[in-house]
């Protein structure tokens, strides 16, 4: 039989779904998906409404008070002099730590338990601060001063040595949670900030806050300074007795060791009473410092001066007779002899060559002057050629130097660590009070500074902007609650609907299938409905009605889309290769036998001879729909019989329906009008414990080859692939194949599973045929080309224009129920 060879596009699923990510975003499939699941985001939306209305019933109104602090670059003082104890935090006030440091303080327990006791909030119970309205005709409600009980520890202010009630420190810590402090970026502003559900209590607090804070830094500027004073009034008489022994000392050791003074031990001054003594002993110390400094530096020149000699000696040594090489030597291009030579030679060098301008090489005059250059030149040598004993003379004479400088120097050093070791005691007293006397003149400036400004009532810290009642609550913001509620909701409800559509793997749509499966869709079968189900001429059962909707409501999309699916597989190829179809799935429930019977009887209404056989040998299910035209099925044979031999096809088979054939087809192609199609069914027939071996057997093909011949069309209804092996089996020995897939629920990893199956049989499936498509809202991003009741309201007809097909239809059934 003839198949089609070819493989699906792609034979591995994982790479479908590679290719298929890589699509990008789908616009229009989201926005669909947003349409059919649009109650979500409404009920998301309506939850959210509802939350934030609830909030803000719940929620009490609070009001934000807000003031300024500006915060200076330095302490104010009176006094401006470059030892203020203050000048450091001055420093450290310029700096944006300090800044950070005033911000954390400004929501400090300790302190907003100052302001708890400052504004008495603790009297009431904290009822005031925390926003509880007291009943005053009640005794226990009467506001009473918070007395510290026995069994209360107070907490301490270590600062400021004030101590706290556990109902101020807990009211502190309910405070906190209502300041805030926030620097203003580029600049040296603090925003304070104050909550309550009281506007007049959030007004106060603020201004309590840094108002409390700027006296409570004040305070401790005010007890820093006492206690600093203090401190330096201790020092200063202990360093008052120091100055006053150390001066006494030094005096002392002046008076026994007068000769102390030569190497400067006197050059410190300490004070009045060694002035004079230091001043004299500074002058001659100077001078022993001096003479041996200028030694040293005379003994250090002469040094250079001989190495110097000695360096150019060996260099003319070197040298020898080359008066050009001589006169690069500075000593020898220095000497006056030389340089009075060289001047000669110059200036006769040059008079020849003004001659040479005027007369040639044998003239007189040039041979006079070349006279006179040789001369020059011979003179030049010999004065260079005089210097390295004059050199060596004055080698000899630097060496006399250098050691009498020497000499000189060892004298004056002997002399000096002698002075040294009988000035050590004095100038150890010296530096002891000079030290003291340096401490004691800071000690007492530090005093008069700290004295000065200890009564200075200001700070760094001061209000730029008073706080004022708010008049309107900052939370709950009804408007900005109800927003964000109904957003949150639809954020909520979009992430739902968007993350059930990227979760959902199965084939929705058209497009989508063809995009992703390869294939060809052959047809799209919209979803049953009740009233379609109903709809039939003959009262029927329901389940048989579900499955036979061509025949029970032939004028519905239903029946419709079998015969597009009729149609296009008509078109597939010449009709003798187009008589054995197969459908199949690639799971159970997806249709299958409900897509075989009903195109059956679209084939049917073609006027055909139609065998449609039930190939699911698992679970048969052609003869339940058949049931009230064949009546008892228990020993009904089929399928299995016929494979086993036991029964021969023509008493295998079953006339179900003998269906009119539709009126245009009639008068196309047949010359007898009242002709009908006949369709047979070949049920499962006995259970078979072994189906695959039985199909795997030629029996099947000689089946299908005696179908053929008896019949224009076959049908056979398949098992779905994953779950057996039985469709494999049968597809080689079946000319045309579709694959049946459910949407909405298929995976698409499952059809691309059975595609590959099918693939290794060598079989390319005819295309797919799309099940029960869903027609509610949004369907016609699904099944945008199918139009639902086209021409059911009668068009031209409707005005009584030609006669009723259904009229027309019943007389040619009747015609062939005759026949």
């Not at 420190?169 to 909550?195: E, P």
């Not at 709809?535 to 032939?554: Q, W």
């Not at 087809?665 to 010359?671: D, I």
């Not at 698409?748 to 029960?772: C, D, K, Q």
Request: overall charge positive; charged content about 25%.
């Amino acid at each position: 039989m003839k198949t089609d060879a070819a493989p699906p596009p792609s034979a591995n699923p994982a790479i479908d779904v590679m290719l298929e990510s890589q699509r990008g975003f789908n616009l229009r499939q989201y926005w669909h998906s947003l349409i059919e699941r649009i109650w979500i985001v409404i009920l998301c939306v309506l939850a959210g409404l509802f939350i934030a209305l609830g909030y803000l019933g719940r929620t009490p109104k609070t009001y934000q008070s807000h003031a300024v602090l500006e915060v200076d670059f330095q302490e104010p003082t009176i006094s401006a002099g470059e030892d203020n104890p203050m000048r450091l935090r001055s420093m450290f006030l310029a700096s944006q730590e300090a800044l950070r440091t005033i911000e954390q303080n400004l929501t400090n327990r300790q302190m907003l338990a100052r302001v708890i006791r400052s504004e008495g909030l603790a009297e009431d119970g904290g009822a005031a601060l925390v926003g509880i309205s007291i009943n005053p005709a009640s005794p226990k409600s009467k506001a009473t001063p918070a007395k510290p009980q026995p069994t209360d520890k107070a907490q301490p202010d270590l600062v400021q040595g004030m101590t706290f009630t556990p109902m101020e420190d807990s009211l502190a810590g309910a405070l906190s949670r209502m300041v805030k402090a926030n620097i203003r970026r580029g600049t040296r502003l603090i925003d304070l900030y104050v909550t309550n559900r009281d506007p007049v209590m959030a007004q106060r607090l603020a201004e309590a806050v840094a108002r409390e804070y700027i006296r409570n830094s004040i305070e401790r500027r005010a007890a820093f300074s006492q206690e600093t004073l203090r401190y330096l009034l201790e020092e200063e008489g202990r360093l008052k007795l120091n100055l006053q022994k150390s001066e006494a000392a030094v005096a002392e050791y002046k008076a026994n060791t007068p000769d102390a003074l030569q190497l400067g031990g006197g050059t410190i001054a300490t004070g009045s009473q060694t002035g004079s003594g230091a001043g004299a002993g500074g002058t001659r110390g100077g001078m022993v410092e001096d003479k041996l400094q200028d030694l040293n530096n005379k003994l250090t020149a002469a040094k250079a001066d001989r190495l110097r000699l000695e360096g150019e000696l060996r260099q003319i040594e070197e040298t020898g007779d080359n008066t050009d090489a001589l006169l690069a030597i500075p000593s020898i291009s220095a000497a006056v002899p030389v340089n009075e030579a060289r001047r000669t030679v110059t200036l006769i060098e040059g008079e020849i060559a003004g001659l040479a301008l005027r007369y040639k090489e044998k003239h007189p005059k040039m041979m006079a002057a070349r006279a006179s250059l040789n001369e020059g030149k011979d003179s030049l040598r010999r004065a260079v050629m005089a210097q390295p004993a004059l050199l060596r003379n004055a080698i000899d004479q630097a060496k006399v130097n250098e050691k009498n400088f020497q000499e000189a120097l060892q004298e004056q050093q002997g002399t000096a660590v002698a002075l040294n070791r009988a000035a050590i005691g004095y100038q150890e007293l010296a530096r002891q009070a000079e030290t003291d006397r340096a401490l004691y003149e800071s000690v007492l400036r530090q005093i008069k500074a700290i004295d000065l400004a200890k009564d200075v009532k200001m700070n760094a810290v001061s209000i730029a902007e008073q706080a004022v009642a708010p008049h309107t609550p900052i939370n709950p913001i009804p408007s900005r609650t109800i927003t964000l509620g109904l957003l949150g909701g639809l954020a909520v409800g979009l992430a739902f609907v968007f993350g059930a559509d990227a979760l959902d793997r199965s084939v929705k749509t058209v497009d989508q299938a063809e995009a992703t499966l390869g294939l060809p869709v052959l047809a799209a079968i919209p979803e049953t409905k009740t009233s379609e189900k109903k709809s039939g001429k003959k009262k029927t059962s329901r389940e048989a009605a579900k499955y036979r909707l061509v025949d029970e409501a032939p004028g519905g999309p239903i029946a419709e889309s079998f015969r597009n699916l009729r149609a296009a597989l008509s078109l597939l190829g010449p009709e003798a290769d187009r008589k054995v179809f197969l459908f199949t799935s690639a799971l159970p429930n997806e249709g299958k036998s409900f897509t075989s019977v009903n195109y059956a009887l679209a084939l049917a209404q073609q006027g055909h001879r139609v065998l449609l056989v039930d190939g699911d040998l698992r679970r048969p299910s052609i003869h339940k729909v058949f049931r009230n035209v064949i009546g008892k099925t228990d020993d009904l044979p089929g399928v299995v019989d016929y494979l086993v031999g036991a029964v021969e096809l023509k008493n295998a088979i079953r006339l179900v329906a003998t269906v009119d054939a539709e009126l245009v087809g009639a008068a196309r192609f047949r010359s007898t009008p009242s002709q009908a199609g006949q369709l047979f069914i070949l049920a499962g027939g006995q259970r078979a414990p072994n189906p695959a071996e039985l199909l795997s057997d030629q029996c099947f093909k000689g089946l299908t080859t005696e179908a053929r011949s008896s019949f224009d069309r076959v049908v056979i209804d398949s098992a779905p692939i994953l779950a057996v092996s039985d469709t494999l089996l049968m597809v080689p020995h079946v000319q045309t194949t579709c694959m049946v897939v459910r949407a909405a629920k298929t995976p698409r990893n499952a059809v691309n599973r059975a595609l590959t199956l099918l693939s290794a049989t060598h079989v390319r499936p005819a295309g797919i045929v799309l099940n029960r498509l869903p027609r509610r809202r949004g369907a016609g991003y699904y099944y945008y080309y199918a139009s639902h009741g086209y021409g059911a309201g009668g068009g031209s007809y409707g005005d009584g224009y030609g006669r009723d097909v259904q009229t027309a239809s019943t007389q040619s059934g009747n015609g062939a129920g005759g026949a």
